[in-house]
């Protein structure tokens, strides 16, 4: 299958490769898309995104967005923001996860409780994918 295109909204991280699969985080769960996968639109929760190309595995985390899988064995996703794993500071997370349960757990207002849940579930994210 052919990774058209994986895009983030400030800039491309790669444009057309050759590709075995991709595990993308869809909101209905894990999806591994292989060549001829039938043609689907996804959306993607906080998580890491695989792009396998033979023996090597690249990954991504990936803090929402859309995957397009089209019938002719192409694929454009488009994240919010996209990482490679192994760019990203477990110490920070662990900050972070800290910083937003705090805020969370003092918010008084709905937009405050509502801010808050997002840093804690993408900062839980984060956490989970860099622990395994």
């Known amino acids: 299958m052919a990774l058209k295109n994986l895009i983030q909204a400030h800039s491309s991280l790669s444009h057309y490769i050759q590709v075995d699969m991709v595990i993308i985080p869809a909101t209905t769960g894990q999806m591994g898309v292989l060549p001829g996968h039938v043609a689907t639109i996804a959306e993607l929760k906080p998580g890491v995104l695989s792009v396998h190309e033979g023996n090597d595995v690249n990954k991504y985390f990936v803090s929402g967005g859309f995957a397009f899988v089209h019938s002719n064995s192409f694929a454009d996703i488009i994240a919010i923001e996209a990482v490679p794993l192994d760019h990203i500071d477990p110490n ?9 349960t705090q805020k969370l757990n003092s918010a008084s207002t709905d937009v405050e409780k509502a801010e808050a849940q997002i840093g804690v579930d993408v900062h839980s994210a984060l ?6």
Do not use: W
């Open 92 to 100: 920070l997370v662990q900050k972070g996860l800290t910083e937003f």
């Open 127 to 132: 956490n989970a994918a860099l622990t395994g």
